[in-house]
């Protein structure tokens, strides 16, 4: 068990909608991920957030948008789903903003999009 | 750009064997080198890292050396686990401060008992 708690597990919706995963990082870490996995993409890094600010953006598709609030839980909101973007969404967190610590992942929530 | 290649899977070995799973890079400057690990259902866990050219980087049986003369990163195991079954992952941090993991397609390892 990683420390790192995401919400719900499993997500099935149709096209056209807008779903919000939610991710509680380990005690005392700052920083938040958000990474998508899927089968013809692999494992991509989608944004990270550092005490509640926006710190990086990866491949993150401008129907997507995400945000920390003060308690340091995270939340990916993805809209105007498409087939496509049926995949394993994982959040992890490390202490701090660098990339050269460790970054713990939760077991991830996934999305299916009918 | 940054990218991770590394030998595709499935991989399928009997208890006891030898494992290596190579793992290539491209970066500018000096990036740090990862390996994760997925079990089913889980999300990644850190396996081992090496930050700078000729180090280890080891956990549980597995060592990785980072090569810069070949930009390279194998994962080794002199005996496989059951266990062990699993995707693995290699990745990388570019050098720069405060950019991202590059991870690797994943390499998927099935052993049989």
């Known amino acids: 068990d990683s420390g790192v708690t995401q919400t719900p597990k499993h997500l099935i919706t149709a096209t056209g909608q807008r779903v919000t995963l939610r991710c509680s990082p380990r005690?005392?870490?700052?920083?938040v991920y958000w990474y998508q996995q899927s089968l013809d993409q692999g494992l991509q890094f989608l944004i990270q957030?550092?005490?509640?600010?926006?710190?990086a953006k990866g491949n993150i598709l401008e129907r997507f948008s995400a945000q920390q609030f003060p308690d340091l839980h995270s939340e990916l909101n993805l809209s105007s789903l498409e087939l496509g973007d049926s995949a394993l969404y994982f959040c992890?967190?490390?202490?701090?903003?660098?990339?050269?610590?460790?970054?713990?992942f939760g077991p991830g929530t996934r999305l299916t999009v009918l | 750009g940054n990218s991770v290649t590394q030998m595709e899977g499935p991989v399928t070995l009997s208890e006891e064997a030898f494992l290596t799973i190579n793992c290539t890079y491209t970066?500018?400057?000096?990036?740090?080198l990862f390996w994760y690990v997925q079990y089913p259902g889980e999300g990644l866990q850190l396996l081992l890292k090496?930050?700078?050219?000729?180090d280890k980087g080891s956990n549980k049986g597995f060592e990785a050396t980072y090569r810069k003369e070949t930009t390279s990163f194998h994962l080794e195991k002199g005996s496989v686990q059951v266990s062990d079954s699993a995707v693995y992952f290699c990745?990388?941090?570019?050098?720069?401060?405060?950019?991202?993991?590059?991870f690797g397609p994943g390499t998927r390892l099935s052993v049989l008992p």
């Open positions: 957030y550092y005490n509640g600010e926006e710190r």
């Open positions: 090496a930050t700078k050219a000729d």
């Open positions: 005690s005392g870490d700052l920083s």
């Open positions: 970066a500018t400057g000096y990036p740090s």
């Open positions: 992890a967190s490390s202490p701090l903003a660098g990339g050269l610590y460790e970054q713990f």
């Open positions: 990745a990388l941090i570019p050098f720069n401060y405060g950019q991202n993991f590059v």
